[in-house]
């Protein structure tokens, strides 16, 4: 099993960036696939990306293409988003989750293992 913790979550202006960290313990990380997820208030949780094992394969769900970026670094059992360009509707509990199998990381229903989030608030 591996165990997921979010970082880097925080307040920002419109049109500003911030990066959020996955830090793995327990498992062996360079075997997961990593999705990164989003839920608003009063929404259901939303697909942000997901980036494969070995980092070849990288997807983006349409609101955040061009301004999002997911990388990963093995090495220190750690995944990565990039977020630039902020926007109001960003504003999220931003989760990352683990699996096996990469098209599993590309859907909430999937993923067999879950950090507990981490707050983005964009204000303009």
């Known amino acids: 099993q591996v165990q997921l913790v979010e970082s880097g979550g925080g307040l920002v202006q419109a049109g500003g960036s911030l990066r959020l960290s996955c830090a793995a313990s327990?498992?062996?990380?360079?075997?997961?696939?990593v999705g990164w997820f989003r839920q608003a208030p009063g929404k259901e949780r939303e697909f942000v990306g997901a980036?494969?094992?070995?980092?070849?394969?990288?997807g983006y769900a349409d609101p955040v293409k061009g301004r999002f970026t997911i990388s990963r670094d093995n090495a220190k059992n750690t995944a990565y988003l990039q977020m630039n360009s902020l926007k109001l509707e960003d504003t999220a509990v931003y989760y990352c989750?683990?699996?096996?199998?990469?098209?599993?990381?590309?859907?909430?229903?999937?993923?067999?293992?879950w950090g507990q989030g981490t707050q983005v608030t964009v204000s303009s």
């Open positions: 989750a683990a699996d096996y199998l990469y098209n599993n990381v590309k859907t909430s229903a999937g993923p067999d293992y």
């Open positions: 980036i494969s094992s070995t980092g070849s394969w990288r």
């Open positions: 327990g498992g062996s990380f360079s075997r997961y696939a």
